[in-house]
């Protein structure tokens, strides 16, 4: 089984880019990570550097999907995010969103902190999500919003949770694997992304999509009318489960 994995990530309208996304391979599965670092937080793109890299290197060390695994990796980003901000007596607050799929023997698991997202694909169809951590969220949860009005809410950027808040981190990670099959595909992508191209339009691209550089590339196409002169950043990776292929792309 194949992963082909495409990235893309621009600073839109912005001076410099926050967000940032990667990923590694094992020899049985992989780690991706997508991390937004808080606009209006200076240090953000340190935070969300310093994030991924962390969780990258802490699953390579031992990649699994048991119970432990993603608290730890998400434990290890957050500490070390707080030791920036001790360390170096610094104004700035290192603090970051933070989306991650893990893969491995063709199974997956995933959790996250914040608005960064994950969708989840079979056959085009979105399958689950994540739940923002956000304001909003709650709204939503309570009745007094749909799904659909997070997008352009006045207040869709206030948090609940974020790497590098000094407070108990609360990761939402799901409970059980998930068995892979060839017609399965998943999209991590911040806020700067999700908020211009919808569901409806994800599942439409990826139908229509034979490659997931092709369904980034789709999606970017909706996106860029949309947004004003100085949008946010936005990342997005895309990842299709396949017999075989190449293993990356990136745009």
Same mark, same amino acid.
């Given at each position: ?59 390579? +060390? ?6 432990? #695994? !993603? ?11 707080? +030791? ?8 700035? #607050? ?7 799929? =893990? ?30 951590? #956000?304001?909003?969220? =709650? ?39 998930? #068995? ?6 998943? !999209? ?19 139908? +229509? ?43």
């Amino acid at each position: 089984m194949k992963m082909i994995t495409a990235l893309l990530s621009n600073q839109g309208g912005r001076k410099n880019n926050e967000d940032f996304a990667d990923y590694c391979l094992t020899e049985t599965g992989g780690c991706w990570v997508v991390a937004d670092g808080l606009g209006g937080h200076k240090g953000g793109e340190t935070a969300s550097k310093t994030a991924a890299h962390t969780i990258l290197s802490t699953f390579k +060390k031992n990649p699994s999907l048991s119970n432990e #695994s !993603l608290p730890n990796c998400i434990n290890e980003a957050h500490h070390n995010l707080l +030791k920036l901000q001790q360390n170096q007596h610094s104004p700035f #607050s290192f603090r970051t969103t933070i989306t991650i799929l =893990t893969i491995e023997n063709e199974k997956a698991r995933w959790g996250h902190i914040g608005d960064s997202r994950l969708y989840h694909f079979k056959n085009s169809i979105i399958q689950s999500q994540t739940k923002d951590h #956000s304001l909003c969220q =709650t709204l939503v949860n309570i009745g007094e919003i749909n799904q659909e009005e997070i997008r352009f809410h006045e207040d869709r950027s206030r948090l609940l949770q974020a790497l590098g808040m000094e407070k108990q981190l609360k990761p939402s990670i799901i409970t059980d694997s998930v #068995s892979l099959h060839n017609d399965d595909a998943f !999209l991590l992508c911040t806020d700067g992304f999700w908020e211009y191209v919808t569901e409806k339009e994800m599942e439409h691209t990826l139908l +229509k999509a034979k490659t997931p550089q092709q369904w980034l590339t789709f999606m970017q196409d909706i996106l860029l009318p949309r947004v004003s002169k100085k949008h946010d950043n936005y990342t997005a990776i895309a990842i299709f489960i396949a017999e075989r292929g190449e293993e990356h792309v990136g745009i």
